[in-house]
């Protein structure tokens, strides 16, 4: 029984270090795209709009 104790304490511990990174890239994602299709500024708007565009990427 103690092995499998183990074995179980193991992959949910792998799951969380896992879990935590994939969150925040994924946040940190909706931010760009947010961020920068929101934007009030002329500049950060049309960068992010020429760098859709760039990768056929429709955005309109």
Known sequence: M???ATL????KS?????AV???VAILFGVFLV???GFSHSD????A???SRHSFA???H
């Open 8 to 11: 179980i304490a193991q992959a």
């Open 48 to 50: 992010a709009h020429d």
């Open 43 to 46: 500049t950060i708007h049309n």
């Open 57 to 59: 990427f429709p955005c």
């Open 21 to 23: 990174p994939a969150a």
């Open 2 to 4: 103690t092995r499998n």
């Open 14 to 18: 792998s799951r969380a270090s896992i």
């Open 34 to 36: 947010l961020g920068t």
